[in-house]
């Protein structure tokens, strides 16, 4: 089996410079892992064992679209590594690796996770919380049981987008791209709503949970909820008007998010070049609507009206919120995205734009 590894840099495509910090060495990056991944499958296979280390059977060909730190991530690097992926020819490869930083990772597993769900073969998004020259490096681990998964996955005929992830209590989950959360601060772990634990997956095979990676944002039934469902329902082979990654249009910054705090001042925010604005609420789907001032939501929301922006609020579902305040929203024409990560509602509202 072969499988293509795009280099996009981050930490796991990182080595200490002469300063001592971690600094971008993509082009050994590959190698690196390759290197690696041979020495453990060799290791494991002289002591006879299979699983996660058996794969002297892969291999493996690499390319590098992108050279950034993951912080560094832009709409632009987005579009580069967007036209490398347009231009690969997936009935060649069992499966697609894709190297990428932690602090971004969250974004642009969502933006993966929709757009190459139904490529024909399965994609790992793989990261690593240290350097690989580091002893407590989960970036080998990573790499090597992603490996596994896709070798199971190609076996079963099964495609997907996934995040596999060693964290710190030892044990790797698997999380479907699109449900990835960001890390938290003063962390180095990574979460989702339903992730599954590798050995359990690879163990059990729960086919149901492998089914569960699709698309759920919901927008009550209103005209946008059949735009993103038509989108999400979308195939390699359904290309009349869907969004996937063989006819993705050049993505542009022109969703604006944001999220409510106390003290926030929406006439400080500049809707020049916005089609669409994402606001975040508070848990309890509810954000600061009194009166028509500039700390009120209905004033950003007046403001995107008189302009022709679309305003969404995530997470509220229509018709289903508890508070006075959210009504407001609404009756001024704000539309409510429920269920999911706000990562993969921007990034759907991106691709609408």
Same mark, same amino acid.
């Given at each position: 089996? %072969? #499988?293509?590894?795009?280099?996009?840099?981050? =930490? #796991?495509?990182?080595? *200490?410079?002469?300063?001592?910090?971690?600094?971008?060495?993509?082009?050994?990056?590959?190698?690196?892992?390759? @290197?690696? !991944?041979?020495? +453990? =499958?060799?290791?494991? &296979?002289?002591?006879?064992?299979?699983?996660?280390?058996?794969?002297?059977?892969? &291999?493996?060909?690499?390319?590098?679209?992108?050279?950034?730190?993951?912080?560094?991530?832009?709409?632009? *690097?987005? +579009?580069?590594?967007?036209?490398?992926? *347009? %231009?690969?020819? !997936? @009935?060649?490869y069992g499966g697609i690796m894709i190297l990428h930083g932690t602090d971004t990772l969250h974004l642009t597993a969502a933006l993966m996770g929709v757009l190459m769900k139904d490529v024909g073969c399965p994609v790992m998004m793989v990261s690593a919380h240290r350097i690989l020259s580091d002893p407590e490096s989960n970036g080998v681990d990573n790499f090597a049981k992603s490996v596994s998964l896709i070798k199971r996955l190609n076996d079963e005929g099964k495609g997907g987008v996934y995040v596999l992830f060693r964290n710190m209590n030892g044990v790797s989950y698997v999380h479907h791209a699109t449900h990835l959360e960001e890390c938290g601060d003063y962390s180095e772990e990574f979460y989702s709503r339903d992730m599954i634990e590798y050995e359990k997956l690879m163990s059990e095979w729960d086919t149901g949970w492998l089914a569960a990676g699709g698309a759920y944002i919901s927008t009550g039934g209103s005209n946008e909820a059949a735009k993103l469902n038509r989108i999400r329902e979308s195939g390699m082979n359904a290309l009349d008007g869907q969004i996937n990654i063989f006819n993705v249009g050049t993505l542009s910054d022109s969703v604006l998010y944001i999220r409510p705090y106390v003290g926030i001042n929406y006439d400080r925010i500049n809707l020049d070049g916005v089609k669409a604005v994402l606001h975040g609420m508070y848990h309890s789907s509810t954000v600061n609507t009194e009166g028509d001032g500039p700390t009120s939501a209905m004033s950003l929301l007046r403001r995107c009206n008189e302009k022709g922006i679309a305003f969404y609020i995530f997470?509220? *579902?229509?018709?289903?919120?508890?508070?006075?305040?959210? %009504?407001?929203?609404?009756?001024?024409?704000? %539309?409510?995205? !429920?269920?999911?990560?706000?990562?993969?509602? !921007?990034?759907?509202?991106?691709? &609408?734009?």
């Open positions: 089996m %072969k #499988i293509l590894i795009l280099l996009t840099g981050g =930490t #796991i495509c990182s080595a *200490k410079n002469e300063s001592g910090l971690n600094a971008l060495n993509t082009e050994a990056a590959s190698l690196s892992l390759v @290197s690696m !991944y041979r020495e +453990n =499958t060799a290791a494991g &296979e002289r002591q006879g064992i299979e699983g996660d280390v058996a794969g002297s059977d892969v &291999e493996f060909e690499s390319i590098s679209p992108i050279n950034t730190l993951s912080e560094n991530m832009t709409i632009d *690097k987005w +579009n580069r590594l967007l036209e490398a992926l *347009k %231009k690969v020819d !997936y @009935s060649q997470p509220c *579902k229509d018709g289903e919120y508890r508070y006075s305040t959210t %009504k407001p929203l609404i009756d001024a024409g704000a %539309k409510c995205l !429920y269920g999911g990560t706000w990562e993969e509602a !921007y990034v759907r509202l991106l691709l &609408e734009q």
